[in-house]
Structures are given as C-alpha cells and as structure tokens.
C-alpha cells in the first residue's frame, strides 16, 4: 500500500514538472539561424521569382494526412516539385534547377515562410494553396500516440496531462524552420499565419479518405493514408480530455465546421 502511494506521489511530481515546464517533455529539432545568412538566401531565392510564378502549395499541417497529399504531389510533378522542410531547401532546388519549384509542400511550416521569403513582390493569389484538414479530437489521438513512439515526450504522461501543458503554454507553429516539438500540437489554423482563409483551398481528411473530395490536381489514383498514428475518437476520450481539446482547440472547430461532442452542451 505504502509503495503504491509512493509511486503515484512520483508521477503526480513527474507530471506538474511537464505543465509547469512543457520544454522538459520535448526532444527537439531546432536550426540555429544566422539571421544575416537567412536573409542573404532569402534574397537570393528572390532573384528566381517571375510574375507568372503560380507554384500548386500543399500546406502540410502535422497529423493531418499530409504524407499522403504530399507524395501525391511529388508523383504528380516529379523534378518540378520541391518537398520544402526549411529554407536551405529552396536555395538547393534554385541553384540546381535555376528556376523556383512548379509545386511545394511546405512542410509544417507557416505560409508566412513565403511572406518573409519575397515580401511584397509575391501576390498571396499568385499561389495555389491547398490544405488538409482533420477532426481535433481525432488529430489530438494521433499526435498523442505519435509523439509517445517518437520520445517527444515521456511515456508514462497521460494525454490530459499533456492537454494541461498545452493549454497552461499554447504553442504556434514557426515560420521559418521546421521543428520536431510541441509545436506539432498548435492549432491548425495557426499554420495559415497572417495569410487570408479564402485564400486556401480546405479539404477534410474523412472527405478524402471516402472518396467525397479529391487533391486539386491530376491524380488519378485512390488517396491511402499513409504514415497513420491510432488516433482516439471522441468517444473513447474522457469528459475532461475533450473539454480540455474543445478548449484549445476551439479555432479549429469554428473555423473547419467540425462539431463539439453532442453531449457538450449538457455539461455547460
């Protein structure tokens, strides 16, 4: 008896460590950046942009079928396509080809990437962007299942503990470099930056895996999502975990149309 108060003393301790410092709970991949060397490669991307540059842009936002979408694009376009995880990326493909990509997957990066990339130069309308989207609860599952595989975080944390952790530091994606954290877990409208929604072509990732919508190109075969993660429904979840998900992520609600739990309204 004595030993199992113990260890759960341990866990709850373990636990307050992860929401009072999430950073502790994160294996990262960050890129130090030169900010002077950043800029000098952004100006030489720069120098490739044309007026009649309309680039097909997947926006690849974690835990969203985006795999799937992205090896689409790459089969479609073949060497005019350019899987973009950070800006050394592009400066590779304009060097080797003297020419911007004909298509993009910016890889859980903000669209603001290209904003800071050609500034003003670049019309936002002169960019096919499109996007997949996906349920928070069951996008939640899957980033919880996918982050306990790759040691972003510790195995014995609950998912309502890293919920607390998200919701005591909401995180944002970055704009510039592609990092391996708790940023996976931002809102998914973050990821459209200051970029206008009307501007994005959305496409829910059940309407694809049914076959109700297609990917905006010429792609003749069934879209298979790839790289899955066991994701949680809603209804497996407890109470507090998806008041908890509702709560953080209550602009992905609103902004995709995906409905609250039907008993939400009975507990407010």
Known sequence: MIRHIVSRSRESARNEIALQLPNLLVKSQRYAHDLRGWAREAEECADFLQDDWRPTVFLHIPKCGGTSAANALASHFGERYLHLKRLPDLVEFTRRTGRLPEAITLVH???DFFTAVFGARLSPDNLKVFTTTRDPYARFGSLFHYMKRHRFIPKRISPEHLLKALQARPVQPDS???NVSLQFAAPQSSYFGEWRKELIDEIPLEDLAT???????????AFSHLNQSPESSAGKMSAAETRFIEDIY???FAAFNYPFMNFREARS
């Open 250 to 252: 209550r602009e992905d």
């Open 211 to 221: 076959g109700a919508r297609k990917l905006p190109f010429d792609h003749g075969a």
């Open 109 to 111: 990066l903000t669209l």
């Open 176 to 178: 510039f470099s592609r």
